[in-house]
């Protein structure tokens, strides 16, 4: 509480600085990230697409599987329908009249048929189990493709985030050192305004009597107030906190100075 009171109690202007400050660090972090580009969009959707890939295959292989499970009742049907007709052929020479007769020869005319059909069902499964695993196949060879091109887009990946790790690792670490010298009023806005605009700026430099954030043009009264730094002014249209020139000035030189 008693540092929160001390934040509160700092000027005006040294809460500019300090915002400026805490704001061209997050931009050089963006410029880190944005060195990445695509990339880690591109490796997560390419890992996606390969799980769906192969939930695809596992999905085929049940129909196969399947499948042949049918084929193999067709094929046992077959045998049962075969002993049906041999003995229905046995019964036919020990016949008595024409009824019996006529009675085993449409059974066996039904057996018959039966088995042809079970023929015909087993060329189906064959020609469907067939089809899917030249499905089965070719996804297989998307999958080889997909996976070689995930490797050369996470090596590449790798490789950048490597060489920025250590510069975002200490420009992050010099951003969290900065915050708890910003009342928590004042950083919660900035941190709302930078996450709501495209750009990520949440304070910008008045440019040319304009909004350094969307150019719209600041009334002369304002630009009055935006440098005696008595208050901090937020642009009207699109909400950013705005730092007279000079003073945005200074905290560059100052931030130069500290790298050199």
């Known amino acids: 509480m008693a540092t929160e009171h001390k934040n509160e109690n700092l000027s005006v202007e040294e809460r500019l600085k300090t915002l400026y400050k805490l704001q061209l660090i997050h931009s050089d972090i963006r410029r880190i990230r944005a060195i ?12 996606d697409t390969i799980k769906g890939l192969v939930s695809r295959i596992e999905r085929f292989q049940g129909e196969i599987d399947n499948c042949q499970a049918r084929r193999l009742d067709e094929i046992n049907k077959i045998e049962n329908k075969k002993l049906l007709i041999d003995r229905y052929k046995q019964q036919l020479d ?3 009249n024409n009824h019996e007769f006529d009675n085993l020869t449409k059974e066996i005319e039904y057996e018959t048929l039966e088995i042809q059909l079970s023929e015909k069902n087993i060329g189906d499964y064959e020609r469907q189990i067939d089809n899917l695993n030249a499905e089965i196949e070719s ?6 493709d997909q996976t070689q091109l995930l490797e050369e887009k996470k090596a590449t990946l790798d490789n950048l985030v490597s060489e920025t790790r250590t510069e975002e690792e200490n420009l992050l670490g010099r951003a969290k050192a900065l915050e708890p010298a910003i009342d928590e009023r ?18 910008v430099i ?37 730092i007279d020139p000079d003073l945005a000035a200074q905290v560059q030189e100052q931030m130069d100075s500290e790298i050199l």
Not at 139 to 144: A, L, P, V
Request: with cysteine.
């Open 36 to 47: 990445r580009g695509e990339l880690p969009q591109e490796v997560k959707d390419l890992s």
């Open 94 to 96: 020990n016949v008595r």
């Open 139 to 144: 996804i297989k060879s998307s999958i080889d």
């Open 186 to 203: 004042t950083l919660t806005a900035f941190k709302r305004i930078r996450d709501k605009v495209h750009n990520g700026l949440g304070i």
């Open 206 to 242: 008045v440019d040319r009597n304009a909004c350094g954030g969307c150019f719209n043009r600041i009334p002369p009264q304002k630009q009055i107030e935006i440098k005696s730094h008595k208050k901090l002014i937020v642009c009207e249209y699109c909400g950013r906190i705005m």
